[in-house]
């Protein structure tokens, strides 16, 4: 089984993979989001280090258990080969009615098949106003016409 594009990417196939990304997290779907990467898949995300699609079914679950009314958006930085590096940003509230904006940095490695075999995430919280969110898409896919974290200077 391929999970097209396959590497090697270009900046426009590099850029599709990327939405795809972007939309399975937004879906919230610890399972479905698992699928994009190979069983063994290694993972460090903050100080979480991850191996195979259990972990990260597990992972995910509790993070958005904790991280309500999750957002994102990911842009494409750079690419090649078999290599994407991704900058991003997520809104989210805790259950404390908190909200906070994460900025994070992704470097990920893909097999043959266009599984994803690595992920290394940098990711920086930062407490935000509800009056301060940027993010007002319904719950889901965000809008094909909301904007670039360019275009938010983000």
Request: proline share 7%; with cysteine.
């Amino acid at each position: 089984m391929t999970r097209p594009p396959l590497p090697p990417f270009t900046p426009d196939t590099a850029a599709h993979k990327v939405r795809l990304a972007e939309d399975a997290w937004n879906s919230r779907d610890p399972e479905a989001v698992s699928r994009a990467y190979t069983p063994d898949s290694r993972w460090r995300n903050r100080d979480t280090f991850l191996t195979g699609r259990a972990e990260i079914v597990a992972f995910l679950t509790e993070k958005w258990r904790k991280e309500t009314e999750y957002r994102l958006v990911k842009e494409l930085w750079a690419c090649a080969g078999n290599r994407i590096a991704v900058r991003f940003a997520y809104e989210w509230c805790d259950t404390n009615g908190q909200w906070f904006r994460a900025h994070g940095n992704e470097n990920w490695e893909f097999d043959d098949a266009g599984l994803m075999a690595l992920r290394h995430a940098s990711i920086n919280d930062q407490p935000i106003a509800a009056a301060e969110r940027l993010f007002h898409w319904p719950q889901g896919r965000r809008p094909d016409d909301h904007p670039s974290l360019s275009d938010m200077g983000l």
